[in-house]
């Protein structure tokens, strides 16, 4: 099985529906997904609207696509992107794709794309529709990148005056409970202990825009942990290295 750092990915991004200030944070989290071979932009570059993201694509080495608006009101970007992303699938050049969107038009792209065994990641507002969402391998909020960085954590959790000044942070509720047992219920030995890492990728695969970051929580193990009244989490060495496997266990 390939490593996730090998793989090959291409970095679509509507200019027209998603905002240009966090660019570098943007390609940041897709390099640790994989190696970004293909960056283009589309928008119409005669609109002022787009004209922050000039100065920006010199600098990350993305191609910009001109998309002429031919009717008014209409995203411009859709069929270019569309046409695009079919032509560099059918190119088989790479292993998965991003598309950096806000637009519930891409929904039928992600799906096509993952019938076609493409890796496929969305990166968009919190106002995305959720069929987008539920679309994608994974879906990550560009509102929550970067913010982890500039909070101040204490312990396993981020400070209570820290939440109450990001107050964007979403609340554990009991939903996202539900979510967890079940995974980790899922997944459990005989003696109802389930790994860690594999709970992770099995409510990913169930809620494609899960992200501990989404809680204030720079990982899924120090969530977890601050959840100890509903799990209880083993931290065990594997044998002559210095890893550590988390295994979790809900309590009864």
């Not at 190119?91 to 076609?116: H, N, P, W, Y």
């Not at 400070?159 to 980790?184: G, M, R, W, Y």
């Amino acid at each position: 099985m390939r490593e996730r750092n090998d793989l090959k990915l291409a970095v679509l991004i509507d200019a027209d529906n998603i905002p240009y200030s966090n660019i570098k944070g943007m390609l940041d989290e897709i390099a640790k997904l994989g190696t970004p071979t293909i960056k283009r932009i589309y928008g119409d570059w005669t609109k002022p609207t787009v004209s922050g993201w000039k100065t920006s694509l010199l600098e990350h080495a993305i191609t910009p696509i001109q998309q002429y608006s031919y009717t008014s009101g209409k995203n411009s970007s859709d069929s270019a992107m569309i046409i695009d992303a079919m032509d560099i699938l059918h190119s088989q050049k790479v292993d998965g794709f991003c598309l950096v969107s806000s637009d519930s038009d891409f929904t039928r792209l992600a799906i096509r794309l993952r019938e076609s065994g493409m890796l496929v990641i969305g990166i968009g507002e919190k106002k995305t529709p959720n069929p987008f969402i539920v679309a994608c391998d994974k879906f990550i909020y560009i509102e929550i990148i970067g913010k982890i960085g500039k909070t101040k954590a204490v312990g396993t959790k981020i400070a209570k005056s820290t939440q109450t000044q990001e107050s964007e942070f979403d609340s554990i509720n009991s939903e996202l409970l539900q979510l967890i047992k079940t995974s980790v219920e899922d997944l459990a030995d005989d003696n109802g202990w389930a790994f860690l890492a594999e709970v992770g990728n099995l409510i990913i695969k169930k809620k494609p825009d899960f992200d501990p970051r989404n809680f204030g929580f720079t990982k899924l193990t120090p969530l977890i942990k601050s959840l100890d009244e509903h799990f209880q989490v083993d931290e065990r060495e594997v044998e002559k290295t210095h890893i550590k496997h988390i295994y979790v266990k809900i309590k009864r």
